[in-house]
């Protein structure tokens, strides 16, 4: 099952407003992503974290790789209709291969 | 460049009988993993390929299994079908062996199990 807990499961927010989501793991991964899946489609990569700490932005997505390597945040500022989806956290530990252990996901609606 | 495909689409199957997804890697790619993603969940990890030998391997029974072709590209295998393995089907490839984290994934192939 799952190691990752994900919140919020889902969020439905105005447009323009910014939004924060979040990943807690009772284990200590040495490399935290983040994922967006369109419907229909495959999970794609938004921000790969690679140290404890590092506070990393793509546009106006900001993620942070938690300090204790047990969690991370995501922040999108300023929501658009298209950043309708649901969004998933994985971890990553460097002798696991790329075993990735996903969260549950964030589902997130804009409401234009 | 081409993204990694995958194939069928969609499928329906018995309980019991037998499937197999194919996935062509992203051009330039040596390594595939596979990913089941169960309705309104995250991706669990089946397994990886790397060199045409399974490098890794999730929690999954012995009734997943799979193959990596000499041009990287890679077949899930699952016998005796069992309801809950209704599931979208992932199949993501990378750059530089086991330990790189820069998966590209296909659009997955829908099974569904009756």
């Known amino acids: 099952g799952q190691q990752l807990n994900q919140s919020p499961q889902s969020m439905f927010i105005q447009e323009g407003e910014d939004v924060s989501m979040n990943c807690t793991s009772s284990s200590i991964f040495n490399t935290w992503l983040w994922y967006k899946q369109d419907p229909g489609e495959g999970p794609v990569l938004l921000i790969a974290l690679y140290k404890a700490g590092e506070l990393t932005s793509n546009g106006r997505l900001t993620a942070q790789f938690g300090i204790t390597r047990k969690d991370s945040f995501l922040n999108i500022s300023a929501s658009i209709p298209s950043d309708v989806g649901i969004y998933f956290c994985?971890?990553?530990?460097?002798?696991?291969?790329?075993?990735?252990?996903f969260g549950g996901g964030t589902r997130l609606m804009v409401k234009p | 460049e081409t993204g990694v495909t995958q194939s069928p689409t969609h499928l329906i199957k018995t309980r019991g009988q037998q499937v197999t997804l194919r996935c062509s890697s992203q051009s330039g790619h040596n390594t595939v993993s596979w990913y089941q993603q169960a309705l309104g969940q995250g991706p669990q990890f089946i397994f990886q390929y790397y060199r045409e030998e399974e490098n890794g391997r999730g929690n999954f029974p012995p009734r997943f299994s799979g193959l990596q072709f000499p041009n990287y590209s890679s077949e899930l295998n699952v016998n005796a079908l069992e309801l809950d393995d209704s599931a979208l089907y992932l199949c993501a490839s990378s750059l530089g062996g086991p330990g790189a984290n820069v998966l590209t994934f296909g659009a997955g192939s829908r099974l569904t199990v009756l």
């Open positions: 994985a971890g990553l530990l460097n002798n696991a291969g790329n075993m990735l252990t």
